[in-house]
Nanobody
């Protein structure tokens, strides 16, 4: 199995910054895509940002220019630098990764989520 552990959430004032991190562990052969999703109360989970193994990125329009996604050299961890935070960024943020396990099975794993609260 593949596990994802997130860290870095918390409470911040509007205009401030937070950095989320997510580390993958387990029977990993390769990770293709990693990303961050968020879910606010009463809303559907939505993509925030994603990054491929080759480094291509994709951002939600609402966070372009404010958030930056990156992967570490091992390709098993992903970070989300969030700047100029707004109250509407308040949500539970989830890390997601997909790839192949060491026994050849595809995996599609989610982290447990980390709360980000932006006070206005």
């Amino acid at each position: 199995q593949v596990q994802l552990v997130e860290s870095g959430g918390g409470l911040v004032q509007a205009g401030g910054s937070l950095r989320l991190s997510c580390a993958a562990s387990g029977r990993i052969f390769t990770i293709n895509n990693m990303g961050w999703y968020r879910q606010a109360p009463g809303k559907q989970r939505e993509l925030v940002a994603a990054i491929t193994s080759g480094g291509s990125t994709n951002y939600a329009d609402s966070v372009k220019g404010r958030f930056t996604i990156s992967r570490d050299n091992t390709k098993t961890a992903v970070n989300l630098q969030m700047n100029s935070l707004k109250a509407e960024d308040t949500a539970v943020y989830y890390c997601k990764a997909d790839g192949l396990s060491t026994w050849g099975a595809r995996f599609d794993s989610w982290g447990q989520g980390t709360q980000v609260t932006v006070s206005s």
